[in-house]
């Protein structure tokens, strides 16, 4: 059966009273309903808090970000080293939001998916085009690049136990209305690329769409033969919204 899988992208929200809500409330739903694909993503200080409370259940935990270096004078940063110590599995990388207000460029996206892998943790690469890169018919050619500049330094087969999430960014934090035949047809489009590295790879990979995701449209996204699940910002932060979500992703799960 087609892989599924769900995250929700918390961004900079939520407080320890958020979370302790949230989590109660998921974790019921989760056991009652026998949901098995879901993970969060919570801000870095909420982590060890959130991994302690999900211990016992099948929810995994991912950063949404983490520093190029293992340890050393680097002030403010988190290293992949320390997100292993607290049990972290997966850990966002590329995100648009930390390539637009971050300045982090391919070469720094390299570095930390580089750090994750080799200590074993998953990276999930978000890739994707801007409204102009889309204007400009650069959709494509933008989403492979952002592949291409990893598989050139590391190789294929770094692809192995890695996510891809597909986030276009004039598409991300809005509420707009979705084309799910361009959005499987660009997943489509990832899947053959990697296909001409490595076959076994790219019908494992889970390419997942991210950007406007709410219930009302994640039937049609999950649907598409291509996408493998969705990283959910805004409505992830609505748990009824976010219950919905994942009630349905459940006819995707393995
Ligand atoms: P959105 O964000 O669901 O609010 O569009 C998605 C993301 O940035 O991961």
């Known amino acids: ?30 056991n009652k309903n026998k949901i098995n694909n879901v993970i969060i993503a919570p801000p870095l200080i909420y982590l060890q808090k959130i991994i302690e409370k999900l211990k016992n259940s099948n929810i995994k935990v991912c950063a949404q970000n983490v520093d190029i270096n293992l340890f050393g004078a680097f002030t403010g940063e988190i290293s992949v080293a320390m997100l292993k110590d607290i ?13 637009i207000n971050h300045n982090e460029n391919d070469e720094i996206i390299y570095k ?45 087969k770094v692809l192995e136990n ?42 494992e990979i889970v390419i997942q769409y991210g950007g406007s995701v709410t219930d009302k449209n994640i039937k049609e996204l999950l649907i598409q033969p291509d ?16 219950l919905k979500i994942i009630k349905f992703s459940k006819n995707f799960q393995n």
């Open 227 to 242: 996408i493998n699940g969705v990283l959910v910002g805004n409505s992830s932060l609505n748990f009824d919204i976010f």
């Open 87 to 99: 049990g972290v599995k997966y850990v966002l990388i590329g995100h648009s939001e930390r390539r």
């Open 112 to 156: 930390k998916f580089k750090i994750v892998k080799e200590n074993n943790l998953i990276p999930i690469l978000c890739i994707g085009e801007t409204y102009n890169e889309k204007k400009n018919g650069k959709t494509k050619e933008v989403c492979y690049n952002q592949i291409n500049y990893i598989i050139k330094k590391m190789g294929i």
């Open 1 to 30: 059966m087609k892989k599924s899988l769900i995250i929700a992208n918390w961004k900079l929200n939520g407080n320890k009273y958020f979370i302790n809500d949230y989590i109660k409330k998921l974790l019921y739903e989760i």
């Open 162 to 203: 890695c996510i891809i999430a597909y986030e276009p960014v004039w598409a991300i934090g809005k509420d707009i209305s979705i084309n799910y035949l361009e959005i499987q047809k660009i997943h489509k489009f990832i899947r053959s690329k990697i296909y001409l590295y490595d076959k076994k790879i790219s019908k």
